[in-house]
């Protein structure tokens, strides 16, 4: 079984590099660059339309595992041929991404592109798709209450399907947190939930991911970017991921420990709408404040931000692994560090930034 898994995760890389190669070249050809504007850190001619590959190499492993792998008539993967209403996910996934790669050439009104995604979290809803319990305690206690795992499941695709779109706005930033992110679900799934069709699917999407950002990386610079298409896509999986061990499995991803292992972009979007909340401004108004932008003013390099950032997320996906692995008291200590190293360091962050840019007003010279 490790052989076939390697294979198909090889895949899933190569075919990747191929498809984001061809998009990179037909970009060129044809002119399909991503518009300069204030809120952009990048400059020159670079497509952004990488998202087709990582995102067709997935959604064909997907497709495979779920309608090709068994039907064969060797069992390849024991124990864990993937159920029919995965179906409603798959069609949900290709329906945000086709939606964000026509935004990426069209640019789509914000509430057409919500409806898109609320379509999306409802297809992923009616075949029961929904987180069991917020921490280890399940929704099925609460009796009547049960229905809340619905509106939070719905809040969270949503968030999170938005909240990887918010930070993609450095070379190699979403890809490569959303890699490691992806590895520590693909742990989590083998040695404490032990499913391994879920494995294999957390880590073809690090190796699709992984084969854009060849391109994708500052060594110098990004070659391109991966478009709405490709965040928004990539936000909606990683939504996806800790709600597929769901039907008759003993383990059950609690809500709080998939936030604390995702933090990166969940802290920055609510920093995103607290900040222009408190400005008067409307919660969808795009600036340059968010966590690339503050690291990017007190001197770091991309490549600085990228390591600082990717530091954090292994630091996050160790104690949500700890946490997950433990048991009672424990367990919600390693969560509790989770929160709070992320909230330190976006408070750490947010001052340390204020009080710079509050000094050089008062010092224009």
Same mark, same amino acid.
């Given at each position: ?31 399909? $660059? ?68 026509? /935004? /990426?050439?069209?640019? !789509? ?12 979290? @409802? ?14 305690? /399940? @929704? #099925? ?6 229905? %809340?795992? $619905? ?13 990887? +779109? ?29 499913? #391994? ?12 991911? !992984? ?32 709600? !597929? ?5 003993? @383990? ?31 919660? /969808?108004?795009?600036?340059? %404040?968010?966590?690339?932008?503050? *690291?990017?003013?007190?001197?770091? #390099? ?6 600082? *950032? ?20 424990? #367990?919600?200590?390693? %969560? ?19 009080? !710079?840019?509050?000094?050089?007003? +008062?010092?224009?010279?």
């Amino acid at each position: 079984m490790v052989f076939v898994f390697g294979i198909i995760i090889v895949a899933a890389f190569i075919v990747s590099i191929i498809i984001v190669a061809q998009i990179l070249a037909l970009s060129h050809k044809k002119s399909w $660059y991503d518009p300069i504007d204030d809120r952009k850190i990048h400059t020159g001619e670079v497509p952004r339309l990488g998202g087709i590959g990582f995102a067709s190499a997935f959604i064909g492993i997907c497709f495979g595992i779920t309608m090709i792998i068994p039907l064969l008539p060797v069992q390849i993967l024991p124990g864990s041929a993937i159920h029919l209403p995965f179906l409603f996910p798959l069609i949900a996934m290709i329906l945000v991404f086709v939606s964000g790669v026509f /935004d /990426d050439f069209r640019p !789509m009104a914000p509430r057409y592109k919500l409806l898109t995604q609320v379509i999306a979290a @409802f297809l992923v809803l009616i075949p029961g798709y929904t987180f069991r319990s917020i921490l280890f305690i /399940d @929704f #099925s206690i609460l009796g009547s209450l049960n229905w %809340l795992r $619905y509106p939070l499941t719905f809040l969270w695709i949503v968030g999170l399907t938005n909240a990887v +779109n918010l930070i993609d706005g450095l070379d190699g930033l979403a890809g490569g947190v959303s890699v490691l992110a992806a590895i520590f679900f693909a742990l989590i799934f083998a040695f404490i939930a032990n499913n #391994s069709t879920m494995v294999l699917i957390c880590l073809c999407l690090a190796a699709s991911l !992984m084969g854009f950002l060849i391109f994708n990386l500052p060594f110098p610079r990004a070659r391109i970017f991966m478009g709405d298409g490709g965040s928004q896509f990539l936000g909606f999986i990683l939504a996806l991921l800790p709600l !597929m061990n769901t039907f008759g499995e003993p @383990f059950s991803f609690p809500l709080l420990y998939a936030a604390a292992l995702l933090g990166i972009p969940i802290f920055d979007t609510f920093s995103a709408i607290w900040r222009r909340l408190r400005d008067g401004q409307r919660i /969808d108004n795009p600036d340059r %404040l968010h966590i690339h932008h503050k *690291l990017l003013k007190l001197g770091f #390099s991309t490549r600085g931000v990228d390591a600082v *950032l990717y530091g954090l997320q292994i630091i996050l996906g160790v104690l949500v692994f700890a946490a997950l692995r433990c048991k009672g008291g424990q #367990s919600l200590v390693f %969560l509790g560090m989770a929160y709070v190293v992320t909230t330190g360091f976006f408070a750490a962050i947010h001052f340390v930034t204020r009080a !710079m840019m509050k000094k050089q007003k +008062n010092c224009p010279g």
